[in-house]
T-cell receptor
């Protein structure tokens, strides 16, 4: 069974640029969620995709967008990067969109915005 | 709105002693509650969850948690701590209502187990 993988591991961008982060979900999982974890904080929910449709969104602006592909992998896109976007971005997958299912997290992508 | 509080930034315990990491929550309906652990430079790992039923939930690596509805708490416990348990622990809650799925995580508690 393959776990959740994310790429790249680290990324450095400058303010105003755009970035795309990628995630491959665990085998058999059809739901992917993205989180932002700032230093010293807990993960904050960005959005969730279930069968290629967004079905939940946290308090993040529209410049945070995503995609889920037929193989259930996913992308997180952030436009017009700001300094405060510097954080660890975590992807998590689960077997269904139900609220009771535990999630399996990837190792994260560390984004630094200069 | 739902919320989670982890009142302690850090918990220190000696190896072999029992440990408790505290979590309180606030939701409008019945809660789904979770504990995750995060080791340095790693993603979060699921430990245990409470959905319904027995208030004492057993999870991975000898951890357990007690759901207390009247105190709106879900404290994580282990009878005998190991040095390898040192990590960052996160409590999370999901509202049981259907519709939009928005989980909320606490700020995390750093557990340090001393040899």
């Amino acid at each position: 069974e393959t776990g959740v993988t994310q790429s790249p591991t680290h990324l450095i961008k400058t303010r105003g640029q755009q970035v795309t982060l990628r995630c491959s979900s665990q085998s058999g999982h059809n739901t992917v969620s993205w989180y932002q974890q700032a230093l010293g904080q807990g993960p904050q929910f960005i959005f969730q995709y279930y069968r290629e449709e967004e079905n939940g969104r946290g308090n993040f602006p529209p410049r945070f967008s995503g995609l889920q592909f037929p193989n259930y992998s996913s992308e997180l896109n952030v436009n017009a990067l700001e300094l405060d976007d510097s954080a660890l971005y975590l992807c998590a997958s689960s077997s269904a969109s139900g609220n009771y299912n535990e999630q399996f997290f990837g190792p994260g992508t560390r984004l630094t915005v200069l | 709105a739902q919320s989670v509080a982890q009142p302690e930034d850090q918990v220190n315990v000696a190896e072999g002693n029992p440990l408790t990491v505290k979590c309180t929550y606030s939701v409008s309906g019945n809660p789904y509650l979770f504990w995750y652990v995060q080791y340095p430079n790693r993603g979060l790992q699921f430990l245990l969850k409470y959905i319904t039923g027995d208030n004492l939930v057993k999870g991975s690596y000898g951890f357990e948690a007690e759901f207390n509805k009247s105190q709106t708490s879900f404290h994580l416990k282990k009878p005998s701590a190991l040095v390898s348990d040192s990590a960052l622990y996160f409590c999370a809650v999901r509202d049981m209502r259907g519709g939009s799925y928005i989980p909320t995580f606490g700020r995390g508690t750093s557990l340090i187990v001393h040899p």
